[in-house]
Protein backbone atom coordinates (compact mmCIF):
# COMPACT_ATOMS: atom_id res chain seq x y z
CA UNK A 1 0.00 0.00 0.00
CA UNK A 2 1.37 3.60 -1.01
CA UNK A 3 -0.26 6.93 -0.20
CA UNK A 4 -1.34 6.91 -3.47
CA UNK A 5 -3.84 4.23 -2.45
CA UNK A 6 -4.85 6.09 0.75
CA UNK A 7 -7.98 7.35 -0.63
CA UNK A 8 -9.53 4.57 -2.56
CA UNK A 9 -8.76 2.27 0.68
CA UNK A 10 -10.53 4.71 2.92
CA UNK A 11 -13.61 5.12 0.26
CA UNK A 12 -13.98 1.23 0.99
CA UNK A 13 -13.05 0.92 4.34
CA UNK A 14 -16.32 3.65 4.80
CA UNK A 15 -18.48 1.33 2.61
CA UNK A 16 -21.65 0.82 4.79
CA UNK A 17 -20.92 -2.79 3.86
CA UNK A 18 -18.02 -2.85 5.18
CA UNK A 19 -17.88 -0.74 8.06
CA UNK A 20 -20.94 -2.69 9.80
CA UNK A 21 -18.36 -5.47 10.10
CA UNK A 22 -15.68 -3.61 11.68
CA UNK A 23 -14.59 -2.92 15.67
CA UNK A 24 -14.35 0.64 14.86
CA UNK A 25 -17.99 1.48 13.07
CA UNK A 26 -17.71 5.34 12.57
CA UNK A 27 -17.13 7.11 9.53
CA UNK A 28 -13.24 7.62 9.36
CA UNK A 29 -12.42 10.86 7.89
CA UNK A 30 -9.36 11.59 5.83
CA UNK A 31 -7.32 12.93 8.32
CA UNK A 32 -7.72 10.38 10.85
CA UNK A 33 -6.49 7.63 7.71
CA UNK A 34 -3.55 9.52 7.35
CA UNK A 35 -2.61 9.29 10.43
CA UNK A 36 -3.00 5.56 10.98
CA UNK A 37 -1.43 5.12 7.35
CA UNK A 38 1.75 7.50 9.52
CA UNK A 39 1.58 5.14 12.08
CA UNK A 40 1.17 1.66 10.26
CA UNK A 41 3.98 2.68 7.56
CA UNK A 42 6.37 3.15 10.70
CA UNK A 43 5.67 0.35 12.48
CA UNK A 44 7.99 -2.65 11.19
CA UNK A 45 5.47 -5.25 12.45
CA UNK A 46 2.87 -4.25 10.21
CA UNK A 47 2.47 -4.71 6.73
CA UNK A 48 -0.28 -3.09 4.61
CA UNK A 49 -1.04 -4.41 1.11
CA UNK A 50 -3.54 -3.72 -1.50
CA UNK A 51 -4.94 -6.75 -3.54
CA UNK A 52 -4.89 -6.53 -7.19
CA UNK A 53 -7.49 -8.15 -9.68
CA UNK A 54 -5.83 -8.12 -13.29
CA UNK A 55 -4.25 -4.35 -13.00
CA UNK A 56 -7.66 -3.20 -10.85
CA UNK A 57 -6.71 -2.65 -7.16
CA UNK A 58 -9.72 -4.36 -5.52
CA UNK A 59 -9.14 -4.67 -1.51
CA UNK A 60 -6.79 -4.49 1.88
CA UNK A 61 -5.06 -7.02 3.62
CA UNK A 62 -2.73 -6.20 6.65
CA UNK A 63 -1.10 -8.82 8.30
CA UNK A 64 0.54 -7.67 12.16
CA UNK A 65 3.05 -9.80 13.37
CA UNK A 66 2.79 -10.55 16.82
CA UNK A 67 5.55 -10.15 19.85
CA UNK A 68 5.49 -13.90 20.15
CA UNK A 69 7.11 -13.05 16.49
CA UNK A 70 6.27 -15.99 13.06
CA UNK A 71 2.91 -15.34 14.35
CA UNK A 72 0.25 -12.57 12.58
CA UNK A 73 -2.88 -11.16 13.06
CA UNK A 74 -4.59 -10.49 9.81
CA UNK A 75 -7.30 -7.96 8.49
CA UNK A 76 -8.86 -7.50 5.09
CA UNK A 77 -11.69 -6.10 3.08
CA UNK A 78 -12.81 -5.71 -0.32
CA UNK A 79 -13.81 -3.19 -2.51
CA UNK A 80 -17.74 -3.26 -2.27
CA UNK A 81 -18.03 -3.71 -6.03
CA UNK A 82 -15.15 -6.39 -6.16
CA UNK A 83 -15.90 -9.30 -9.11
CA UNK A 84 -17.31 -12.78 -7.61
CA UNK A 85 -14.67 -14.50 -6.96
CA UNK A 86 -12.44 -11.92 -5.88
CA UNK A 87 -12.44 -12.71 -1.68
CA UNK A 88 -10.69 -16.16 -2.07
CA UNK A 89 -7.81 -14.82 -4.72
CA UNK A 90 -7.03 -12.25 -1.83
CA UNK A 91 -7.14 -14.60 0.82
CA UNK A 92 -5.03 -16.71 -0.83
CA UNK A 93 -2.54 -14.46 -2.28
CA UNK A 94 -2.58 -12.92 1.21
CA UNK A 95 -1.57 -16.24 2.97
CA UNK A 96 0.81 -16.95 0.12
CA UNK A 97 2.64 -13.22 1.32
CA UNK A 98 2.53 -14.47 5.14
CA UNK A 99 4.02 -17.96 5.02
CA UNK A 100 6.00 -17.41 1.62
CA UNK A 101 7.55 -14.17 1.94
CA UNK A 102 7.55 -13.39 5.86
CA UNK A 103 8.02 -17.02 6.58
CA UNK A 104 4.99 -17.14 9.71
CA UNK A 105 4.95 -20.15 11.42
CA UNK A 106 0.59 -18.81 12.31
CA UNK A 107 -1.93 -16.53 11.12
CA UNK A 108 -4.92 -15.44 13.24
CA UNK A 109 -7.75 -13.94 12.14
CA UNK A 110 -11.07 -13.01 14.15
CA UNK A 111 -15.03 -12.50 13.03
CA UNK A 112 -17.50 -10.76 15.13
CA UNK A 113 -20.34 -13.81 15.28
CA UNK A 114 -22.92 -12.12 13.44
CA UNK A 115 -20.27 -12.21 10.62
CA UNK A 116 -21.06 -15.32 8.88
CA UNK A 117 -19.75 -14.55 5.21
CA UNK A 118 -16.41 -13.63 7.16
CA UNK A 119 -16.63 -16.93 9.12
CA UNK A 120 -17.42 -18.95 5.91
CA UNK A 121 -14.48 -17.34 4.13
CA UNK A 122 -12.14 -18.28 6.79
CA UNK A 123 -12.94 -21.79 7.15
CA UNK A 124 -13.22 -21.94 3.16
CA UNK A 125 -9.39 -20.73 3.28
CA UNK A 126 -8.30 -23.70 5.33
CA UNK A 127 -8.17 -21.89 9.11
CA UNK A 128 -9.43 -23.29 11.98
CA UNK A 129 -11.77 -22.07 14.79
CA UNK A 130 -9.81 -21.77 17.82
CA UNK A 131 -12.50 -20.39 19.71
CA UNK A 132 -15.63 -17.80 20.69
CA UNK A 133 -14.98 -14.68 23.04
CA UNK A 134 -18.27 -14.26 24.14
CA UNK A 135 -19.84 -10.88 24.41
CA UNK A 136 -16.45 -9.56 23.62
CA UNK A 137 -17.26 -6.36 21.44
CA UNK A 138 -19.18 -3.70 22.83
CA UNK A 139 -19.98 -1.36 19.12
CA UNK A 140 -21.94 1.41 21.20
CA UNK A 141 -24.88 -0.49 20.80
CA UNK A 142 -24.70 -4.12 22.11
CA UNK A 143 -21.73 -6.67 22.85
CA UNK A 144 -20.82 -9.23 20.25
CA UNK A 145 -18.86 -12.32 20.10
CA UNK A 146 -15.88 -12.93 18.29
CA UNK A 147 -15.04 -15.95 16.69
CA UNK A 148 -11.27 -16.35 16.58
CA UNK A 149 -9.32 -18.19 13.42
CA UNK A 150 -5.85 -19.85 13.20
CA UNK A 151 -3.68 -21.20 10.25
CA UNK A 152 -0.63 -22.95 10.79
CA UNK A 153 1.87 -23.21 7.81
CA UNK A 154 1.51 -26.72 7.72
CA UNK A 155 -2.31 -26.40 7.04
CA UNK A 156 -1.57 -23.71 4.22
CA UNK A 157 -2.17 -24.64 0.75
CA UNK A 158 0.01 -22.35 -1.77
CA UNK A 159 -1.41 -21.12 -4.46
CA UNK A 160 0.41 -17.78 -6.77
CA UNK A 161 -1.57 -14.51 -6.58
CA UNK A 162 -0.84 -11.46 -7.14
CA UNK A 163 -0.48 -8.46 -4.14
CA UNK A 164 1.28 -5.70 -3.71
Same mark, same amino acid.
Given at each position: ? =???D?E????????? !?V????Y =? $?????? $???????A? *??? /????????? !?? @??? &? =? #??? *???????GRI? !??????? &??? &?R?? #?R?? @????L?C??????????? #?????????????????????? @???R /???? !? +?C +??????????????WQ &???????
Amino acid at each position: M =TPGDLERVLEWRNHP !DVRRYMY =T $RHEIGL $REHRAWFAR *STQ /DPSKRLMVF !DV @GDM &P =T #GFV *SLASCSQGRIA !DWGFYLS &PDA &PRGS #GREL @GQAALDCAFLEMELHKVC #GQALAFNEKSIRFHKRLGFVQE @GLLR /DQHF !D +GC +GFHSVVCFGMLRQEWQ &PELGAIN
